[in-house]
């Protein structure tokens, strides 16, 4: 069995069939790759063949190349990675411009066979770069379908041409959203966009490709005509001079420098434009074998493509019968519990919405309305899918409504007594096998379980707000939490088409247990007098989306506030000295509550829109004449989220790395590059990372101690991949 195959029929049209054994959806492999050229020459060569068809005998067309592929070539290529890397890219060029090519005289463009693409659904990445090399691409008028080059979130680019071919089809300008942000469009937009040539109805794909071959069509690509010039103008041309500045100024604002893809990618983009088609692909496939060896691109394959997708599939799911949720309860509709219950239903889960008043209920089911009003005015939804999706929120106050779910997700104040009532409410009217779950961000789930009569179906399934927005779904394990609520909460996740992380019952468990050190550590710096700019802008040029003081005003000062006088009554005498309450404290006597009441640690005009950093924070804190160097401040920034993670793993927090990679990148931000702060200090190395603590904690006090868990690593020459993820798990 091959993954291509090849018919022909009587008038000579060939069609070549791509269909990966043993998968849903197609992937470039080497050797399915071997075998597409195979085919193709054969019917280049064969006399008999007037033209060819290229599609898929799946619904969609193909998910792209298999990442794992390019992780086999680096290692198979000894001490000459590179030379591997560039080799397999130019090999993949040569095949595909052999397709372009399609046997044309080389100085006439005379004879050559037409080649289309028929795509009956989604092509990604190589999924749409080989299409790009044939000569022209229909795709099936499937609504469902997306169509892009969405490499660049993964750390890479376009490798196999896609890069060259799309920036010489549609200029650099109209290239850039596809390219810079792995924009994914519907068919119609992809030929409005001029990435693909025709939009045909599904069922006539393949006749409409065979009759543009019989037709005998123009073949010759316009860049390989005499007088090309490139849509937009290249970078001399005074239009493409502006594009080409306004790119390099608008990527550099937008990544801060910190993602290597994307410089390599302008870059590609920019010398290529300069040169011929040939020239211009060589120097696509140096970049991209550049971008391969840069830790970077590895790491970001690792967690936000290969373990991304094992935990969305059940990576840590304990054996347990399908537990796929029928009916959903959301207790609470404020915030939290209006976006839980829009995901639900856009899962086609049937919820019932319960607050306190049926005001409030309706509210909380009105963020549906609103919604889905805005999905119609963006013609991503249709009136009968609002009404549908509505159709499954019951909102009211009646408990008794809850009486046949199978799943309670309860998001009411973040207040024990208030959850403790709530859970007595609920259990008296939900059947035995009712899995309950607490939306708390920062109660003991141990603790409420408390007030349970089943503790073992008692768990805390965490979500980010907003809701409909966040992927990442904390999943809390409590002491007595059984597997079968595990696995209720992971397969609940998967409906709704979250990533999932499950960890063990602790103070603000994993991702806010990270995210408050690095707040905490940006406040801290304040106070010593370090400039907020300084700090904030360090935080940008990590890579992280917002600086501590940024996030402070997003999630505001109060919040911060409230948690800190509750975590106090807590933790009594136990709590730690926290020298950052008095920042915080006197920001909320001010009234600066943040982005919520138009000021905060940054000044916002009267439509909300965030100005500069607010001066009267130097007044009080004025800044140090010395100001630290951008290494000492991001450092600190990093290791203070760093760190947690490390105890969050000694402490049996995390069961996983993998888990903790995934949940920093997708729950707070944490500098997608690094593929996670232990693949970040993977890419440190144990020995340094210790080192590097163990001068911060000198100089900035213990809450940088190395832990004795990165210290063994140290001294053993330990990485925590190689460690704790054994080579099937880390991939
Ligand atoms: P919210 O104040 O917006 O909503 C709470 C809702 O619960 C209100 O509509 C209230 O009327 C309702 N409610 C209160 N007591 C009730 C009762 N006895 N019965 C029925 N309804 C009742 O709060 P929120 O921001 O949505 O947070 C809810 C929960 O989610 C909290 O536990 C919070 O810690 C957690 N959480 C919040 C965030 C966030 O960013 N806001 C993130 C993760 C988790």
Not at 247 to 275: D, I, R
Not at 535 to 551: D, H, K, Y
Request: aromatic share 8%.
């Amino acid at each position: 069995m091959t993954d291509f195959t090849m018919t022909k029929d009587a008038d000579g049209v060939a069609t070549i069939v791509w269909d990966t054994v043993g998968k849903s959806m197609n992937v470039m492999s080497r050797e399915s790759m071997a075998q597409l050229s195979e085919l193709a020459e054969q019917a280049l060569a064969d006399d008999a063949v007037k033209g060819i068809i290229i599609t898929s005998g799946k619904d969609t067309f193909a998910g792209g190349m298999d990442l794992n592929v390019l992780a086999s070539i680096r290692e198979e290529s000894g001490d000459n990675p590179e030379q591997g890397l560039f080799d397999f890219t130019m090999n993949g060029h040569k095949m595909l411009r052999r397709l372009e090519r399609a046997g044309m005289d080389p100085k006439t463009n005379k004879g050559g066979k037409p080649i289309a693409a028929a795509l009956p659904g989604t092509a990604l990445g190589i999924g749409l770069e080989l299409p790009l090399a044939c000569h022209r691409i229909f795709a099936a008028d499937n609504p469902k379908a997306k169509i892009g080059l969405p490499e660049i979130m993964v750390g890479i680019f376009p490798g196999a041409g896609g890069t060259t071919r799309l920036v010489r089809k549609m200029g650099a300008m109209a290239a850039s959203p596809l390219l810079l942000e792995g924009k994914l469009n519907d068919p119609q937009k992809a030929k409005a966009a001029g990435v693909i040539d025709e939009v045909v109805p599904a069922e006539e794909l393949l006749a409409k490709a065979k009759e543009w071959i019989l037709s005998e069509p123009k073949i010759v690509k316009p860049w390989d005509e005499k007088g090309y010039k490139m849509p937009g103008g290249t970078p001399y041309h005074p239009a493409g001079f502006m594009t080409f500045v306004g790119a390099s100024a608008m990527v550099n604002g937008k990544t801060q420098g910190a993602f290597p893809a994307a410089k390599a990618l302008l870059s590609a983009v920019y010398e290529g434009a300069l040169v011929p088609f040939d020239t211009a692909l060589k120097i696509e496939a140096r970049y991209f074998t550049n971008i391969l060896m840069n830790p970077s691109s590895s790491a970001m394959i690792r967690s936000l493509f290969i373990n991304k997708e094992a935990l969305e599939k059940g990576a840590n799911r304990p054996a347990a019968p399908d537990q796929k949720v029928k009916q959903v309860g959301v207790i609470g509709a404020g915030m939290m519990g209006a976006g839980i219950a829009l995901v639900s239903a856009l899962a086609g889960i049937k919820v019932v919405l319960i607050d306190s008043t049926q005001e409030a209920a309706d509210k909380g089911k009105s963020y549906t309305t609103t919604y889905m009003d805005k999905g119609i005015s963006r013609k991503k939804a249709t009136p009968e899918k609002k009404e549908a999706v509505l159709g499954l929120i019951n909102a009211t106050t009646d408990y008794d409504a809850l009486k046949d779910c199978d799943l309670i997700v309860e998001a009411v104040f973040e207040d024990p007594g208030v959850k403790a009532d709530v859970t007595a409410k609920v259990q008296a009217v939900t059947g035995p096998d009712c899995i309950f779950a607490t939306n708390t961000s920062t109660l003991p789930i141990t603790e409420l379980a408390k007030a349970s009569n089943d503790p073992e179906k008692f768990i805390g399934i965490h979500f980010f707000s907003p809701v409909d927005k966040m992927l990442l779904v904390e999943i809390i394990k409590g002491k007595a939490t059984g597997d079968v609520a595990v696995a209720k909460a992971l397969d609940y996740v998967r409906q709704i088409r979250k990533t999932p992380i499950v960890v063990n019952d602790e103070r603000y468990f994993y991702a806010n247990r990270c995210i408050i050190p690095y707040i905490n550590e940006g406040m801290r710096m304040v106070q010593e007098g370090v400039a907020p700019a300084l700090i904030e802008n360090a935080a940008r040029q990590l890579g992280m989306p917002l600086g501590p003081l940024q996030l402070v005003d997003e999630t505001s000062i109060d919040l911060g506030a409230k948690i800190a006088k509750a975590t106090k009554a807590a933790m009594g005498d136990a709590y730690p000295d926290n020298d950052v309450d008095e920042i915080i404290f006197w920001m909320f006597d001010e009234g600066r509550l943040g982005r919520k009441s138009n000021a905060g640690f940054y000044e916002y005009d009267e439509k909300g829109k965030r100005q500069g950093l607010w001066q009267g924070l130097a007044e009080k804190y004025p800044h140090a004449e010395d100001q630290p160097d951008l290494i000492t401040v991001q450092h600190r920034l990093m290791f203070a989220q760093v760190l947690e993670a490390v105890r969050a793993l000694e402490e049996n927090v995390l069961e996983d790395i993998r888990e903790g990679d995934v949940g920093a990148i997708l729950g707070w931000g944490f500098a997608p590059w690094t593929g996670g702060p232990f693949s970040w200090l993977d890419m440190l190395g144990s020995a340094y990372a210790a080192e590097r603590c163990d001068h911060l904690a000198a100089r900035f006090g213990p809450r940088f101690s190395t832990p004795a868990l990165l210290r063994e690593m140290a001294d053993k020459g330990q990485s925590f991949y190689k460690r704790f993820a054994g080579e099937a798990k880390a991939a």
